[in-house]
């Protein structure tokens, strides 16, 4: 009887672990992906980026981020992530993004900061920006100077946030390929 309820709980426990709970994201056509409690969509390819990977933080889904990659030269990380999650609005979420690019990088230097807008469907959505130089590894390389973009925006109830990274001796064309990543990608379709 003792191994029963053992493996009974064993059982209950596995069927409980996050590894088995529900993906947050749906497969759509065109391998899109759409993370359904924001209905954003990340499409596989949005200018010369790859998206390479997809990350689930806490239990719920509702805080995700994908990663993007062009080549072994500009890494994208797009967070999606409910607003009050980290902070109550977008001057609060960017001091706390600003922050842990702080915390997890070396020699970081704010370059410039500024409020910016996008437009998404015809709506259009304040965002704030700022550029870092900065000391970290890209692509396995040991730590070396970087260039680093944080775009963060909020959309309704949702705060929908960027990091680039790319090698600061080539942050003119990486500047460019990024310009062109915010361009083309629209996280709600029409």
């Known amino acids: 009887m003792k191994t029963r309820l053992t ?4 059982v209950l426990v596995a069927l409980s672990s996050p590894a088995n709970a ?20 990340f499409p596989a390819k949005i200018g010369l980026f790859n998206r390479i990977d997809t990350h689930v933080y806490g239990s719920d889904g509702r ?13 994208s990380d797009v967070y999606v992530y409910p607003v009050g999650t980290y902070a109550p609005d977008l001057s ?30 015809g709506r259009t959505i304040t965002g704030r920006k700022a550029s870092y ?31 680039f990274s790319y090698p600061s001796e080539r942050s003119s064309i990486a500047t460019k390929h990024v ?9 709600h379709e029409p």
């Not at 130089?133 to 949702?158: A, K, N």
């Open 133 to 163: 130089d900065l000391v970290r590894g890209l692509f396995g390389e040991p730590p070396h100077q970087c260039g680093s973009q944080l775009f963060v925006y909020r959309d309704g109830p949702w705060f929908v946030a960027h990091r």
């Open 179 to 187: 310009a062109d990543f915010l361009d083309q990608w629209h996280w």
């Open 22 to 41: 529900a993906s947050p994201f749906k497969k759509l056509s065109g391998n899109r992906l759409l993370h359904v409690p924001s209905n954003v969509v």
């Open 92 to 121: 609060g979420e960017f001091r706390v993004q600003q922050k842990a690019i702080r915390e997890s990088n070396k020699n970081v230097k704010l370059v410039a900061e500024t409020t910016i807008q996008t437009t998404q469907n």
């Open 7 to 10: 493996l009974l709980l064993l």
């Open 63 to 75: 805080d995700v981020s994908v990663r993007y990659q062009l080549d072994a030269f500009i890494v």
